[in-house]
């Protein structure tokens, strides 16, 4: 793992920037601390497993599973799974045909 201040430098350097999505969902999604924008990022990641990705799915066990699917280890979460994950807080999702 690298540290605060390598993190820091990287995301000041913009070495993702022109990269493949899975070069760096393989980086980022396995190092702990941030090293780029987030949007750029996130972006990636839904590049890389071809579905929206939601914030929350980068926090706690989410970013297992995330992890997991990125490597088929699993399978694409569906919106179902996805919203099952954030039940608890109420959060009320709303689809227009």
């Given at each position: 793992m690298i540290t605060e201040e390598e993190a820091i430098k990287l995301g000041e350097s913009g070495w993702w920037k022109g990269l493949p999505a899975?070069?760096?969902t393989g980086f980022q999604l396995f190092e702990r601390k941030l090293c780029m924008d987030f949007g750029d990022f996130q972006g990636a990641v839904e590049e890389s497993l071809g579905r929206p990705v939601w914030t929350h799915e980068f926090a706690g066990a989410s970013v297992d599973a995330l992890r997991d699917e990125f490597l088929g280890k699993s399978p694409k979460r569906s919106l179902a799974d996805i919203t099952a994950?954030?039940?608890?807080?109420r959060i009320v999702v709303v689809t227009r045909d």
């Amino acid at each position: 793992m690298i540290t605060e201040e390598e993190a820091i430098k990287l995301g000041e350097s913009g070495w993702w920037k022109g990269l493949p999505a899975d070069v760096i969902t393989g980086f980022q999604l396995f190092e702990r601390k941030l090293c780029m924008d987030f949007g750029d990022f996130q972006g990636a990641v839904e590049e890389s497993l071809g579905r929206p990705v939601w914030t929350h799915e980068f926090a706690g066990a989410s970013v297992d599973a995330l992890r997991d699917e990125f490597l088929g280890k699993s399978p694409k979460r569906s919106l179902a799974d996805i919203t099952a994950l954030v039940s608890a807080q109420r959060i009320v999702v709303v689809t227009r045909d």
